[in-house]
């Protein structure tokens, strides 16, 4: 079971956001797309998937958004592009954790990583 990550952010994200994202962590990584662009995985250079993301939702129900995340309000304004996120547990994931958390800071946006707890 991967590890579950939310990004939310008003600027609509784009591959190229991600790519960016994916370069600071590490140069060597790809980009692809899966089930007809339903989700883009950023892989290692054997093809592993250190996180994958579903397609962005535009959301605009503030009392949904603080229901499913109580920890984002006060943090991100509604409208929001909600993108559910995947990562490996433990060593493995660490990229994709670490990808989706400057992705968001790039999109001035806020991250919500499982942590197990």
Known sequence: MPRDILILTSAEPDIAALVRAGSRVNGELHVRT?????????????????LSIGRPEWMQNAAEIERLVPSAV???????WWLEAWAPWGAPGDPGVAIALDLAAELRGFCVVEDAS
Request: a negative charge; glycine letters at 12%.
């Open 34 to 50: 899966i089930d007809d662009g339903a989700v883009t995985e950023v892989c290692d250079d054997r093809g592993n998937a250190v």
């Open 74 to 80: 006060g943090r991100v304004n509604v409208p929001v």
